[in-house]
């Protein structure tokens, strides 16, 4: 069987504002390049789908629970659509266990996914980690940034690239802050938690492709490793 990778792509890159189709056209080509090599099962985020839904809630009043059942059906609704754009309708619907996945994955060499069982206090992340943990495999995080940096580099122009850090590091930036819906950090604080527990060798990777194309090819690459 060919090596499975999980990959966690942001829903800020699927839907940054509008649908980012020259991003996707990209993922696409790179995708389809390596399948030859890989099984890719892709948790897709929600984005900033799933933001103004858990905004709108909250200005609502509704608790966190209603928040965070709002942005899982942003991640499967993205998922919907990545496999749309793959040319597949996965007539059954997308996997929502792990055992689903488990199953797809050995009859076939793409899956697309959002958020899995309602677990309060994830994102996807969470569910790419404890997927990548029960598969034994790496875990490839796409963001809207070119790897981990010290602070935001969005809103701050000195934030420092950090090329390489310890599971432990990861987990103790990630844990920094308490988690919200919708939150913006590059890992969840739960995926970090699994991570560091099962020291899942760990990429994060920005947006540009090329990147990703190299990391899956054994070339130099630009992103952050998190291992130990």
Known sequence: MKEVKVISLGGSLIVP???????????????????????????????????????????FGLN?????FSGI?????????????????????IPHKLKEVEEMIKKQDLIFCGALE????????????????????????????????????????NAKFIPEISWEG???????KAFTPGQHFVIDQTASGIIMKNR?????LGKNLKQLDNL??????TGTIVQD
Not at 17 to 44: G, P, T
Not at 73 to 92: C, H, Q
Not at 200 to 204: A, C, E, G, H, V
């Open 73 to 93: 059906s942003a991640t499967r609704m993205n998922a919907r659509f990545m496999s749309y754009i793959f040319g597949f309708n996965p007539e059954k619907g």
């Open 216 to 221: 899956l090819n054994g070339r130099k690459f």
């Open 170 to 176: 990861l987990h103790k930036m990630a844990t920094q």
């Open 200 to 204: 899942i060798k760990t990429y994060i």
């Open 118 to 157: 309602y677990k309060p206090g994830e994102t996807s992340d969470s569910t790419a980690a404890e997927i990548a943990q029960h598969l034994k495999t790496d875990f490839i995080n796409l963001t809207n940034v070119n790897g981990l940096h010290d602070k935001n580099p969005h809103e701050f122009k």
């Open 17 to 59: 504002e509008k649908i980012d189709i020259k991003f996707l056209r990209e993922f696409k080509k790179v995708i389809n390049k390596n399948k030859s090599k890989y099984k890719f099962v892709i948790v897709c985020g929600g984005g900033t789908v799933a933001r103004k839904y858990i905004s709108a809630l909250r200005d």
């Open 64 to 68: 966190e629970k209603f928040q965070d």
